[in-house]
């Protein structure tokens, strides 16, 4: 079966897509972030007009540029088509003057916002049908492709979807901070001042262990080991993502290894108590029988998943909500490290196979890191 056609793009669109991506982006801080007010609404308005058009752009130029024939799949074509049409929409969108000009401005931004909403999902499901495309030219089954040794596609999703987290920081917190209220009970848009990790930990343990329940029929306990008095600025939905796809794993590690026991080992969160210093440091600990040496490296890629993956499910969705699968798309380790390290931070695994597995969160608490801005030149090394 021949490879699908690209998504029709005007000759002039693209080149005025492919300008724009070469123009330069302007990175922020957590506290840049923290000092916009509604009072100053219109100026970050006509800010984002400015901005949001070049990392679209540099978006469309990454995905055209995906190897081994990922830029021909349904799926990222699909996902292309979204980036071009928002491009569109903000490129043809008169300079903000007004106050009418910005909520009319703030109306586009929410549709270009719940647009890209199953960016994640689609993307993954994009290598997914790689996978089944060159099982059909080049194997005899798709459970003989090594997706993880094409390390340049590793490459070119860790950087646009570096990007787009940083697309949707940016909009996000433009969105929430016209809503009434949004800057009462310590909250400025996104960001909360007082980032408490235990309660963010609570939210994270409870929706992990109704997956693993769900899926399974029985989840381990988890424990909280300090940090009750710990609170900080930071996105409490970043530290929410990264628990929980830290949760999901250990919870269903400790079931499958667990199962034939009477009772499950828990797993543990312990999280440093030091007022001082630049990080707040996190440990999940597991006993689900950790990871072998071979496999290591690939748990990083995109293009790696130890779970069976139901290619029929629905996963049109929003990214990553109760409703998608438990494990299988292969995405949730890496996107939870570049949210690790989207403000400085950073996330690592170690493990002792046959036994468990220990995973190292640190989050910058300075708010005083840029964000890492990529191009449309993909970097050499993972």
Known sequence: MALPKRTYTSKAMLETIYKWAKRPQRGVTLKDLAAISPQR??????????????????????????????????????????YVSSFELLHDFPKIRSEEDEERFTKVLEEIYQRHAPTLILMAKGVRELKA????????????????????????????????????????????????????????????????????????????????????????????????????????????????????????????????????????IIISDQAQGEDVAIKISDEGGGISRSNYEKIWSYLYTTADFDADVSIDGPDFGMETPMAGLGVGLPISRLYARYFGGDLQLMSMEGHGTDAYLHLRKLGDKEEPLSTTVMPQTI
């Open 133 to 268: 495309e060159m099982s059909k030219h080049y194997f005899d089954n798709t459970d003989e492709i090594d997706l993880t040794d094409m390390v340049e596609i590793h490459q070119f999703l860790d950087s646009f979807f570096m990007s787009r987290i940083g697309i949707r920081m940016l909009i996000g917190q433009h969105l929430e901070i016209q809503k009434e209220g949004a800057n009462v009970n310590n909250h400025v848009g996104l960001i909360a001042k007082t980032t408490s990790p235990v309660d963010v930990a609570h939210h994270a343990i409870v929706d992990a262990r109704f997956m693993c329940e769900r899926q399974h029929g029985i989840s381990p306990e988890v424990e909280i080991v300090g940090g009750s008095k710990l609170a900080f600025p930071y996105v409490p939905s970043h530290l929410y993502y990264i628990l929980f796809e830290l949760l999901k794993n250990s919870t269903r590690a400790v079931v499958e290894k667990h199962k034939d026991k009477d009772t499950l080992p828990p797993v543990q």
């Open 41 to 82: 609404k219109q100026q970050n308005a006509a800010w984002l007009h400015q901005e949001l058009p070049t990392r679209l752009a540099v978006q469309v130029v990454k995905l055209d540029k995906l190897p081994y024939g990922m830029c021909l799949m349904p799926s990222v074509r699909k996902v292309r088509q979204w």
